[in-house]
């Protein structure tokens, strides 16, 4: 059930590696981050880690929810005008674009369009466009976050109840344990230290 999430954020950084898109990056490290906190908070029985990881994925469902605006154009935001998510220091897109399932990519020669050291491409013949794809990926990410949230607080509700009932030694109880009496008067005992001179 931990490791889920977490191969998922694995396979979406390296493709958001293979397209140059550091926004999601530094995003997906940081959940990255906080899935280990997730795990590490649960087996340790430590509640404020699954509050903390609990409140990550709130932040990890509202940019997954502005990557699937992104990617579909929703609104003013627009693939072609910014570029948000390589903050503006290249045009690369997704890799999906070029790579996605059926894709076939020929290069335009002798284009105006084309930038000093960069060229383009048409694709055609894609099975899935890749704004879909970038879309269904955030979804899946939105759909384990939404699922971690939820054991993440009932896990914490447990780890939080049971740290409320434990009875530490008599910590409860007016009869329980009693400390030992201080003794007014400690019987000492010398030490002896038998040492054998060596024979001759």
């Known amino acids: 059930v931990c490791s889920f999430p977490q191969v998922a ?68 935001l627009s693939q072609d005008r910014d570029f948000i998510m390589t903050f503006n220091t290249s045009l690369h897109r997704s890799w999906w674009m070029e790579n996605g399932p059926g894709c076939l990519v020929t290069p335009v020669l002798n284009s105006r369009l084309a930038l000093e050291d960069h060229h383009v491409i048409s694709v055609t013949g894609c099975l899935l466009d890749y704004p879909y794809i970038e879309a269904l990926s955030s979804a899946l990410q939105i759909f384990l976050a939404l699922f971690g949230f939820v054991f993440a607080c009932y896990v914490s509700k447990v780890f939080l109840e049971e740290e409320d009932s434990f009875d530490f030694i008599g910590g409860f109880d007016s009869y329980g344990y009693q400390a030992p009496q201080k003794t007014s008067h400690l019987q000492l005992q010398p030490l002896y230290t038998w040492v054998m001179a060596p024979s001759r």
Do not use: K
């Open 9 to 76: 954020a694995l396979e979406r950084q390296i493709f958001d590696f293979l397209g140059y898109q550091w926004a999601p990056i530094l995003a997906n490290f940081l959940h990255i981050m906080a899935v280990i906190l997730g795990i590490f908070g649960t087996v340790q029985y430590r509640s404020r880690y699954l509050i903390l990881y609990a409140a990550w994925l709130v932040l990890w469902v509202g940019w997954n929810a502005f990557i699937i605006c992104f990617y579909l154009e929703v609104g003013q």
